[in-house]
């Protein structure tokens, strides 16, 4: 009865070398393009004022204080915390003190914000762009062919990911279409491209999103446009004064004796 019902499709052998190997051997090709063209588009990153820098590591660090209290003693965090709270609170570690207390500028007329919205519109050309092409292209030449079977059991959820551009109900679940095969590629080919290019590469699609939704790893601002420094001091003030502090080392002694 099992073998009743074992579903066979006979397909041309050349199919894996006319479909599934030309869309390969493209999704690779595009990374490495792609890699490249956004070494060539990037732009070098000035350097920062020093009011700045000290504006934004000045609230970098009382998160790490908050985040690493447990790791000092009460005396040591409780030095930090009033140095910290009374500069948030007097404004000393603002770049500009004299507009404390004023409506933030227009982020358009920022020069840096410009430049980092400059350099975000190119990141999002560079993914859209090539994907763009190459969807048509496969809807033009490969829509509409089952090109391989995977060789273990899949659930039911997986046939709208594996199937795409292949309206059958009763196909087994396993069966891969053309269009299915360059969304799989899209998404799968990360160890292709740190092979080829090292892990610092710009050639995946879900590594540029990720870098764009934190911009603060790429060493920009952690201010988003149009927020008010002032207002992220004052609130990590509230934070460091209600933090109740605990020392990680407190009855250590009692602790490694009552396991011995």
């Keep these: 009865m099992a073998a009743d019902m074992l579903q066979t499709i006979h397909r041309d052998p050349a199919l894996f070398y006319w479909i599934l190997f030309p869309i390969t051997i493209v999704m690779v090709l595009t990374g490495v393009l792609r890699h490249y063209a956004t070494t060539l588009l990037a732009t070098t990153p000035k350097k920062l004022p020093l009011p700045t820098i000290r504006e934004q590591r000045s609230l970098l660090r009382g998160i790490n204080l908050r985040t690493n209290a447990p790791q000092i003693s009460g005396p040591s965090f409780n030095a930090r915390k009033n140095f910290l709270v009374q500069g948030y609170k007097n404004g000393i570690f603002l770049k500009d003190p004299e507009n404390r207390g004023k409506a933030p500028g227009n982020p358009m007329t920022d020069p840096a914000a410009m430049e980092g919205m400059m350099g975000m519109m190119k990141g999002n050309m560079m993914m859209m762009i090539p994907q ?19 060789p273990f059991p899949l659930t039911i959820r997986f046939k709208s990911m594996l199937q795409s ?46 870098s764009q939704i934190n911009p603060g790893a790429a060493g920009a601002s952690i ?38």
Excluded: C
């Design 132 to 150: 763009t092409v190459i969807m048509g292209w496969i809807n033009a030449f490969f829509a509409g062919f089952v090109i391989m079977k995977l």
């Design 165 to 210: 551009g292949v309206a059958t109900r009763d196909l087994d679940v396993r069966w891969v279409s053309s269009l299915s095969w360059y969304f799989l590629n899209l998404f799968g080919l990360q160890s292709v491209f740190n092979f080829i290019l090292g892990n610092d590469n710009a050639a995946n699609q879900m590594a540029q999103q990720m």
């Design 223 to 260: 201010f988003q446009p149009g927020q008010d420094p002032d207002k992220l001091f004052q609130s990590e003030a509230e934070n460091l004064e209600v933090l109740e502090h605990w020392f990680i080392l407190d009855g250590v002694e009692d602790r490694l004796l009552a396991t011995i």
